[in-house]
């Protein structure tokens, strides 16, 4: 878990312009996010996301990326940070941990038989427990696949978003999509 000297995180209540995913277009955060605002760019990658910043390093900029694998990228970024005082990190350790906690999908760690420590990040833990507790059903998950229609269907956006995990994006989404 991140603290206050470490990267900014977004607390709910600061103004957002631009949110910039650690992902590609076709893919995780941004594909999910694409469906309700076009106020996003994809990085392709954490090492990219330093680009994006400095590009719209006048917008207020909420950043999504695994911030419990973001590695070497880390000090780069809280450079910037310390630089632009406008930018703040969405506090989950994987996208896959926003799926797996969602009422989409109902994920409960402490039903299942694997652990977080069987894993090298904990980002491998919930893409694994995701696609176990997905497959076969129309919610399947497969890490680098395009994600399955019931996440990207608008009407499930209380399901997806309003959980502990989800719902400062959730309240944000809601404020821009009216």
Not at 55 to 75: H, W
Request: aromatic share 12%; charged share 25%.
């Amino acid at each position: 878990q991140f603290t206050e000297a470490s990267l900014p995180l977004y607390s709910g209540t600061e103004s957002i312009d631009l949110i910039i995913t650690e992902s590609s277009k076709d893919r995780s955060e941004y594909e999910l996010l694409n469906v309700y605002t076009d106020k996003l760019n994809a990085a392709a990658g954490r090492d990219r996301l330093y680009k994006h910043i400095k590009l719209n390093k006048d917008k207020n900029i909420l950043v999504l990326c695994d911030l419990g694998n973001i590695g070497k990228a880390y000090s780069i970024l809280k450079y910037l940070t310390d630089e632009y005082h406008n930018v703040y990190f969405y506090d989950y350790q994987a996208f896959e941990e926003l799926l797996y906690k969602s009422k989409l999908v109902g994920g409960d760690i402490s039903t299942e038989s694997i652990k977080p420590t069987d894993f090298l990040s904990i980002e491998q833990f919930y893409e694994k427990v995701l696609e176990q507790v997905t497959s076969g059903t129309v919610y399947e998950y497969k890490h680098k696949k395009p994600l399955a229609g019931p996440y990207i269907n608008k009407n499930n956006m209380e399901l997806i978003f309003n959980t502990n995990v989800g719902r400062k994006l959730y309240d944000l989404l809601l404020n821009w999509c009216g």
